[in-house]
């Protein structure tokens, strides 16, 4: 331990060069201190020299060195709890105010202890306070997650009468016996008539696609089930194909061109093509994505607010997907 000379010259700082001691200097760390050796050491201008020292270069050997390793040491209780706390991210806030409270500060000057004692009653506190932004925070990051975290491969994309829809492949299987959860997650499970590719559709599912699809005019939906058009079919068809079936108006015409090259890219990017109500379906994910959000002990979502005409619809897909399954309240909700 070396003491000082002079009061507010034991220490310099500069962003050139490291750490500085005494105005002298007594000990001068440069900047890439471990390449050259334009550090030096000089013990007399602002330290005395320990008792049994006489060379004022006694630290390195001599008065210009090269630096090998520098180590940093921080002192006090405060700092000791942040580095603990800073190097374990299990450490309990409820044991770190447990030692903060044993604490003891008696052999404090009165001053010292008062100041001491105030700073402790104010970090317990705090503690509350603390946990709620903690917990705020997990629930954030968990709702981040929820939606973002992941692989593309685990995004699953629907056609719903021409609405398109992504969601997780995790949020599909929240509830495991449901017909969503065993289609994506079980290998064994085959597809059905209400969820597949639109190029294995027969006639009257893509008469019944087309009845349900909002641009398709009434007479086009008419002419394709006549005609007794499959999926395959339809998706090679071109302009001169539909008037071959007399759908001939130009407007009409336009708009079966641009349905079907949407229906062409959705088959070559893999996005499933569901025969069902897209306000129906888009409730059904929505409440299994509210559902994904819950962590284990919160309480489940109330049920969606569906709109009276659709409420018996939306009963029958709900039963079709959650058939015996516990989930079908948690999905019907208000609907029952």
């Known amino acids: 331990k070396m003491r000082s000379k002079s009061d507010g010259l034991e220490v310099f700082h500069g962003e050139n060069y490291g750490p500085v001691f005494g105005c002298g200097h007594d ?55 942040l580095i603990c706390n800073d190097k374990n991210e299990n450490v309990s806030l409820e044991n770190e105010i447990l030692k903060l409270k044993e604490l003891s500060t008696d052999d404090f000057p009165v001053e010292i202890k008062t100041a001491v004692d105030e700073e402790k009653e104010s970090l317990i506190a705090s503690k509350d306070v603390l946990q709620k932004q903690i917990r705020a925070f997990e629930l954030e990051k968990h709702f981040i997650d929820t939606f973002v975290k992941g692989e593309t491969k685990d995004i699953i994309h629907f056609n719903v009468g021409g609405e398109i829809m992504a969601v997780k492949r995790s949020t599909l ?3 495991p016996n449901s017909v969503l959860a065993k289609r994506f997650n079980d290998p064994l499970w085959k597809h059905n008539e209400s969820c597949q590719s639109f190029q294995n559709f027969d006639y009257k599912q893509v008469a019944k696609w ?17 005609n007794k058009i499959g999926g395959a079919e339809l998706l090679l068809f071109g302009r001169d194909d539909l008037k071959e079936i007399c759908i001939t108006r130009p407007g009409t015409l336009a708009i079966m061109i641009s349905i079907i090259d949407r229906l062409r890219k959705g088959t070559q990017s893999n996005i499933i093509v569901v025969n069902q109500s897209a306000y129906c379906f888009g409730k059904i994910i929505d409440q299994l994505r509210m559902c994904a959000m819950c962590q284990p002990g919160d309480e489940m979502p109330p049920g969606p607010e569906i709109h009276e005409p659709d409420k018996k619809r939306y009963k029958r897909i709900v039963e079709y997907y959650f058939p015996g399954d516990e989930a079908i309240s948690v999905i019907l909700g208000n609907s029952q």
């Not at 050259?36 to 201008?45: A, D, K, P, R, V």
């Not at 398709?216 to 089930?225: A, F, I, R």
């Open 210 to 226: 087309a009845s349900e699809e909002k641009s398709v005019p009434n007479d086009v939906t008419e002419k394709l089930h006549n």
């Open 27 to 81: 000990l001068f760390i440069s900047s890439e201190s471990n390449i050259n050796n334009y550090s030096y050491s000089q013990i007399e201008s602002c330290y005395f020299i320990p008792p049994g020292e006489t060379d004022v270069h006694f630290l390195t050997g001599s008065k210009n060195f090269t630096v090998s390793e520098i180590e940093v040491f921080c002192f006090g209780t405060t700092n000791r709890y």
């Open 173 to 175: 299987g929240r509830f």
